[in-house]
Every structure is written in structure tokens, then in C-alpha cells.
């Protein structure tokens, strides 16, 4: 099994920042792929951003040029640098893991951590 544990959310005024970390621990793993997704109320949850395990990132359109993922493979920790927040980014933001575990790929999901954007 691996856990996947998030922190860095918080509350922030529109064009604040918030960093958040997710970290993944467990058994022997090899990450593929770290991912960001979030939810809103009301609102299907969405992928927001992914790095690759050869580093490749995306984001979806709405964050561009403003979020950053990053990942320190050393400690399979991902990282999302969130600049120029706005309200729509409030959400809980989820950590998913994509791993391969004596050949066989899964993935795991963190319990998620809250953004609260005010205008």
C-alpha cells in the first residue's frame, strides 16, 4: 500500500499564493506520476496539473501561467505553487499517485486539503 498525505491549503485573498505538498510513503513503489486535482461545490473534480516520472508537466487552461507542479522524486513529494489566485480556484485539492508495484499500476489518492480564495 502507499499513502499519499497533502498539506498547504488554507485561505488567501484573490491574487494571494498558497504552495501545497504531497508526499507518497509506503511499500516499494515506482511513481509514474504525480497529479493535482480538485474539486469544487457543486462541481465534477478535474484534473488541474501532472508531472511525469521523466518530469514531462500539464495543466489544464485555466492555470496556466499561473500554477507550478514540481516533484522531488527523491522524497516522492509533488508540489503545486499556486500564484494569482483566484476565487474560481476554490476547492478541495486532491494528490493522486500513480504507481507501478511489482508490475502491476494502480493508483492512490489523498484525503484531500481545502483552498479557500476570497475576492
Known amino acids: 500500500q502507499v499513502q499519499v498525505r497533502e498539506s498547504g491549503g488554507g485561505s488567501v485573498q484573490a491574487g494571494g499564493s498558497l504552495r501545497l505538498s504531497c508526499s507518497a510513503s509506503g511499500t516499494t513503489f515506482k511513481v509514474n506520476a504525480m497529479r493535482w486535482h480538485r474539486q469544487a461545490p457543486g462541481k465534477q473534480r478535474e484534473l488541474v496539473a501532472s508531472v511525469t516520472g521523466d518530469d514531462r508537466t500539464t495543466y489544464i487552461d485555466s492555470v496556466k501561467g499561473r500554477f507550478t507542479i514540481s516533484r522531488d522524486a527523491a522524497k516522492n513529494t509533488v508540489y503545486l505553487q499556486m500564484n494569482r489566485l483566484k476565487s474560481d480556484d476554490t476547492a478541495v485539492y486532491y494528490c493522486?499517485?500513480?504507481?507501478?508495484?511489482?508490475?502491476?499500476?494502480?493508483?492512490?489518492w489523498g484525503r484531500g486539503t481545502q483552498v479557500t480564495v476570497s475576492p
Open positions: 493522486n499517485v500513480d504507481v507501478t508495484m511489482d508490475l502491476w499500476r494502480t493508483d492512490f
